[in-house]
């Protein structure tokens, strides 16, 4: 079983940056493709990016490519979100998610774990 915990949200400024963490419960964390999805008020959930186990591959969604970066600290069961330029379309709520099966995808149904979410707000 894996928990995942997200902090980092908040509300910022058009053309500002904010970096979520995600915190992974679970000692096979390193092997898991890790990805970020968003959720904006009265649409449906979308793909944000996504990293794999080794860290050297990330694949990111169109609208955010460019702006936002993922990482990933094994030694701290930890993966990064950081965005840069925001834009109010940005604004939802940014959820971690675990895929146990390592091949990763774009679907939310392809990860297996989720963390509860955080709120980013970028005003208009």
């Known amino acids: 079983q894996v928990q995942l915990v997200e902090s980092g949200g908040g509300s910022v400024q058009a053309g500002g940056s904010l970096r979520l963490s995600c915190v992974a419960s679970?000692?096979?964390?390193?092997?898991?493709?890790m990805g970020w999805f968003r959720q904006a008020p009265g649409k449906e959930r979308e793909f944000v990016g996504a990293i794999y186990w080794s860290g050297d591959s990330t694949y990111y969604a169109d609208s955010v490519k460019g702006r936002f970066t993922i990482s990933r600290d094994n030694a701290k069961n930890t993966v990064y979100l950081q965005m840069n330029s925001l834009k109010p379309e940005d604004t939802a709520v940014y959820y971690c998610a675990a895929d146990s099966s390592g091949e990763g995808g774009v679907y939310d149904y392809e990860y297996d774990y989720w963390g509860r979410g955080t709120q980013v707000t970028v005003p208009s």
């Open positions: 679970g000692r096979t964390f390193s092997s898991y493709v």
